[in-house]
């Protein structure tokens, strides 16, 4: 069965950096589309950044784009988010998740990812 864990998530002050990791494992590993989601307190889950199973094609929201970069090592069956320049409205629980059906056009819908993770908690505080 595949299983995702984040890693990396932590305290940071405005303008810092954090580098989030998703590690896969379970009976079968193949490199599944993963995407990478966060969730506020009294917000709805947002998708942020997805890439294909190659690590070719990427994918970001508008409110990330050229502030966060995701990386993937299939040889580690991991899958990075590096976060710059964080703001504090960029505080959340930030989750991966793996599409398994890997859609041929990368999507941040998270009903669309069937495998996630127990996410891992990003503040961004002064």
């Known amino acids: 069965q595949l299983q995702l864990v984040e890693s990396g998530g932590g305290l940071v002050q405005p303008g810092g950096s954090l580098r989030l990791s998703c590690s896969a494992s379970?009976?079968?590993?193949?490199?599944?589309?993963i995407g990478w989601f966060r969730q506020a307190p009294g917000k709805e889950r947002e998708g942020i950044s997805c890439?294909?199973?190659?690590?070719?094609?990427?994918k970001y929201a508008d409110s990330v784009e050229g502030r966060f970069t995701i990386s993937r090592d299939n040889a580690k069956s991991t899958v990075y988010l590096q976060m710059n320049s964080l703001k504090p409205e960029d505080a959340a629980v930030y989750y991966c998740?793996?599409?398994?059906?890997?859609?041929?056009?990368?999507?941040?819908?998270?009903?669309?990812?069937?495998?996630w993770g127990q996410g891992t908690q990003v503040t961004v505080s002064s």
């Open positions: 998740a793996a599409d398994r059906n890997s859609q041929p056009v990368l999507t941040l819908n998270p009903q669309e990812y069937d495998v």
């Open positions: 379970g009976f079968i590993w193949r490199p599944y589309t």
């Open positions: 890439i294909s199973r190659g690590g070719v094609n990427t």
